[in-house]
T-cell receptor, first 122, second 112 residues
Framework: EAQVTQNPRYLITVTGKKLTVTCSQNMNHEYMSWYRQDPGLGLRQIYYSMNVEVTDKGDVPEGYKVSRKEKRNFPLILESPSPNQTSLYFC?????????????????????FGNGTRLTVT | GQNIDQPTEMTATEGAIVQINCTYQTSGFNGLFWYQQHAGEAPTFLSYNVLDGLEEKGRFSSFLSRSKGYSYLLLKELQMKDSASYLCAVRTQGGATNKLIFGTGTLLAVQP
C-alpha cells in the first residue's frame, strides 16, 4: 500500500530534550516536506527536500533540522525543543512539483500526508 | 504577498448542497488543490484545477477562475461523514520549488 509513515503518533517531552520524528515513504517520491499545523494558522511549511541531499527552509524553519540521506526517509529533528513547538506535525511527499505551463508531467501530483505527530513540549 | 482566504466555518444540512469558496493572491499560479481533513487526521486529496472551469468527481466538484483568483468546492448530497475541514492550497511559481501554500481551512459541520 502506498503510504507515508510517521512515528511516533504522540510525543510528550520536556524543554531541551532532543527528539527526532521519523518519516518514510514507499512511493519513490522525489519531493518531501514537513508542516506544522496550529489552530487558526493552517499548515505551515518547516523544511522541504527536492531530492536526496537537497533540502531547504520553508516558512518556519527556526528550531528544526532535517536530513535527506535516502530518498524514502526525511526525519525532522528538534535539537532543543521549546513549548512554542507544541503542535501537530505532518510529513508529506509527492512527485517533483513541475509547472503545467512548461510541459512537466507531474504538475498535478498531490501531496500525500503521513498520519501526523502530535507533539507536546512542557 | 501571498494570501489565501477561506471562510472559517460553515454549517449545512444532510442531503443539501454546500459551496466552499477560496480566493487567492499569489506569486504565479501552477494550480489549485482541495484537501479534506477530518479532525486529528491527515489531509487527503480531493481535486486539482489549473484551467478555468468545473471539474466534477462524483459528489464533489471544483471550479476555478484564474482571472478572478477564485475557486470553490461544491459538495452535493451531503452526508454526516462530510463534516471535516476543507483546505484550499495554491501551487505558486518560483525558483525550483513551485511551492504549495495552504489556506487556513473551512470547518464544515453537517447537521441531521
Amino acid at each position: 500500500e502506498a503510504q507515508v509513515t510517521q512515528n511516533p503518533r504522540y510525543l510528550i517531552t520536556v524543554t531541551g530534550k532532543k527528539l527526532t520524528v521519523t518519516c518514510s515513504q514507499n512511493m519513490n517520491h522525489e519531493y518531501m516536506s514537513w508542516y506544522r499545523q496550529d489552530p487558526g494558522l493552517g499548515l505551515r511549511q518547516i523544511y522541504y527536500s527536492m531530492n536526496v541531499e537537497v533540502t531547504d527552509k520553508g516558512d518556519v524553519p527556526e528550531g528544526y533540522k532535517v536530513s535527506r540521506k535516502e530518498k524514502r526517509n526525511f526525519p525532522l529533528i528538534l535539537e532543543s525543543p521549546s513549548p512554542n513547538q507544541t503542535s501537530l506535525y505532518f510529513c508529506a511527499s509527492s512527485l517533483s512539483p513541475t509547472s503545467p505551463w512548461t510541459g512537466g508531467d507531474s504538475y498535478n501530483s498531490p501531496l500525500h500526508f503521513g498520519n501526523g505527530t502530535r507533539l507536546t513540549v512542557t | 504577498g501571498q494570501n489565501i482566504d477561506q471562510p472559517t466555518e460553515m454549517t449545512a444540512t444532510e442531503g443539501a448542497i454546500v459551496q466552499i469558496n477560496c480566493t487567492y493572491q499569489t506569486s504565479g499560479f501552477n494550480g489549485l488543490f482541495w484537501y479534506q481533513q477530518h479532525a486529528g487526521e491527515a489531509p487527503t486529496f480531493l481535486s486539482y484545477n489549473v484551467l478555468d472551469g468545473l471539474e466534477e468527481k462524483g459528489r464533489f466538484s471544483s471550479f476555478l477562475s484564474r482571472s478572478k483568483g477564485y475557486s470553490y468546492l461544491l459538495l452535493k448530497e451531503l452526508q454526516m461523514k462530510d463534516s471535516a475541514s476543507y483546505l484550499c492550497a495554491v501551487r505558486t511559481q518560483g525558483g525550483a520549488t513551485n511551492k504549495l501554500i495552504f489556506g487556513t481551512g473551512t470547518l464544515l459541520a453537517v447537521q441531521p
